[in-house]
């Protein structure tokens, strides 16, 4: 019989008694894996209340120790590393070092949870006034809520409930309906770690799980990742019920390429940044800026993208894996043919891939453009596929001012062997995220995840400092101790004195 994916509520891995059931496909092979409940209402709320219940005792427990569960728990995820990874494998479709990517960078932030205590340390003043002193401490919220992409389905679930729980919140996480097997591991070992019952609950479905825990009361913070349209309705409804909503959303990251830069690294860096993982992460640099004479590589870089092809996780010579599903194929394969029709022209077409043996796979060959306007469909999109654009700019001025009238604003990179260029790239850039011959600049967990305008939703970003800012509420203490039982009379001004 298929895999029924269980809901996690109060400790418990329980079946749904839901009627609405998802089939999970492995995108290589058409091949359904598991069974996933959509929740009911009851076992939405059942989960909340959990939460809600298990908040009254955690958020009494000492800080050690919710930074020792952490320590536990990353122990556990190593230990495990490579069969997380064939899971990943199954439901994305990832090739198998990918896969390993995808946990490890979400390994780094529950390391980074371990420092709890310093990370989330309040501060201190003394003599404010005389005799008067000033502290503040941080503390949690209540109950958190996690709503996951399907692109990454280790590491991003890991950016939110590991510092959540280490704030002392409890939490509900809603992994993408598409692949979340992952997902449910994750949860197994934390509880195997000695996670407490009620810390992390996981609940499925789509839109109707995610529109009841928006509005739900006890619900106090919703963090969000995934596409713009659904970013936007997120952030809309979570504030409109007045909770803390931080909402990562699509992006179309430029490379901007100077004619100084070392012609082998931007093809090299190019290729993997385009097409790897299928083009579906949402740092994948989308469209390459060639400035000057950068724009005679086109050639080269070509070729070197048309010796990479798709093939199943465990194909070693595989550069990549399928697009997570039929729809997601087609919706690549119909942008590519608007860009034709629109006039862009297409020097690689992966419309067409096959691979061995896989013959109902989610393929799509790497995809080469140029000659792509601004007014394009092709541009003004996200493809979230295997397609680089190429654009033309005769001075770094102009390549600037094509990324900042780009409505995204995650990521970007530059490649030159100029400082000064870089320099001046770095400032002037409207994108929350800057790569100096660096491709994809994700920062490691002690900085955040920093995306800017139409890639992000709120204030706080994920993982670093700010997270443990927005997983948490500033208590501020003014305290005066009498040392004598002098009384001058009433103070009737607000001046501290
Ligand atoms: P998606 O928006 O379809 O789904 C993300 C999550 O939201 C899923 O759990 C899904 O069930 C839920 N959801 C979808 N539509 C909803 C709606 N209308 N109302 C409420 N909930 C809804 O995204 P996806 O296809 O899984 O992921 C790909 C997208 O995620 C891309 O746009 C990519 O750029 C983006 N992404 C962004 C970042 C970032 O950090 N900015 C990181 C990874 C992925």
């Known amino acids: 019989m298929t895999y029924q994916v269980p809901l996690l ?6 079946q749904s008694r839901t009627h609405e059931w998802l ?10 894996i598991a069974r996933l409940p959509c929740a009911t209402a009851e076992e939405v709320e059942a989960a909340v209340a959990a939460a809600s219940r298990a908040f009254v005792e955690w958020r009494e427990v000492p800080v050690p120790e919710r930074a020792r569960l952490m320590l536990r728990y990353q122990a556990l995820l190593k230990e495990y590393h490579d069969d997380i990874a064939r899971l990943l494998c199954k439901d994305t479709g990832k090739t198998f070092e990918d896969a390993r990517g995808d946990l490890w960078r979400g390994i780094e932030v529950v390391e980074q949870a371990a420092n709890i205590a310093s990370l989330s340390m309040g501060e201190t003043q003394e003599n404010v006034a005389r005799g008067v002193d000033c502290y503040s401490f941080t503390q949690p919220l209540g109950v958190c809520v996690g709503i996951t992409p399907f692109n990454f389905p280790a590491m991003i679930p890991l950016w939110m409930f590991p510092l959540a729980i280490a704030c002392g919140n409890t939490f509900v996480l809603k992994p993408s309906e598409q692949d979340p097997l992952a997902s449910m591991r994750l949860a197994e070992l934390f509880k195997q770690a000695g996670a407490p019952d009620g810390l992390l609950q996981v609940v499925h479905g789509g839109k109707e799980v995610v529109d009841r825990l928006l509005v739900h009361p006890e619900v106090c913070a919703i963090s969000f990742v995934g596409s713009v349209a659904a970013g936007q309705h997120i952030y809309q409804t979570g504030t409109a019920h007045l909770k803390r909503v931080q909402a990562f959303a699509g992006a179309k990251n430029h490379m901007v390429v100077l004619p100084d830069a070392n012609k082998q690294q ?8 385009s097409v790897g993982a299928a083009g579906q992460r949402c740092m994948a640099i989308s469209v390459a800026v060639l400035v000057g004479e950068a724009r005679e590589w086109i050639p080269e870089l070509k070729d070197a993208m048309a010796r990479v092809r798709p093939g199943a ?6 550069g990549y894996g399928p697009l997570i599903s039929k729809a997601a194929r087609e919706r690549v394969l119909r942008l590519i043919a608007g860009g034709r029709a629109e006039g862009a022209e297409c020097l690689l077409d992966g419309s067409h891939c096959a691979v061995d043996g896989y013959p109902h796979g989610n393929w799509v060959g790497p995809t080469l453009f140029r000659g792509v306007t601004p007014d394009m469909a092709l541009y003004r999109e996200e493809i979230f596929g295997p397609v680089l ?5 005769d001075s770094l001025d102009q390549a600037i001012n094509l990324v900042n009238a780009n409505p995204y604003g995650n990521g970007t990179s530059i490649f030159t062997a100029s400082g000064a260029a870089a320099r001046k790239y770095q400032h002037e850039i409207r994108v929350g995220q800057v790569g100096i011959n660096v491709p994809i600049p994700v920062p490691l967990p002690f900085f955040s995840f920093t995306g800017w305008r139409r890639s992000f939703y709120g204030d706080l970003h994920a993982y670093g400092k700010q997270a443990v800012r927005f ?9 005066r101790w009498f040392e004598d039982e002098a009384v001058a009379g009433p103070n009737m001004s607000i001046h501290l004195k």
């Not at 996780?313 to 595989?318: E, F, I, L, Q, S």
């Not at 654009?389 to 700019?393: G, I, N, S, V």
Request: hydrophobic share 40%; proline share 5%.
């Open 9 to 14: 509520i109060g400790g418990n891995m329980v």
């Open 23 to 32: 089939e999970v496909n492995n995108p290589a092979t058409q091949e359904i």
């Open 266 to 273: 931007v093809i090299n860096n190019l290729v993997g940044s």
């Open 313 to 318: 996780w465990d194909d070693p010579d595989a």
């Open 389 to 393: 654009l190429l654009m033309e700019a």
């Open 471 to 479: 997983y948490t509420e500033t208590k501020t203490i003014t305290a």
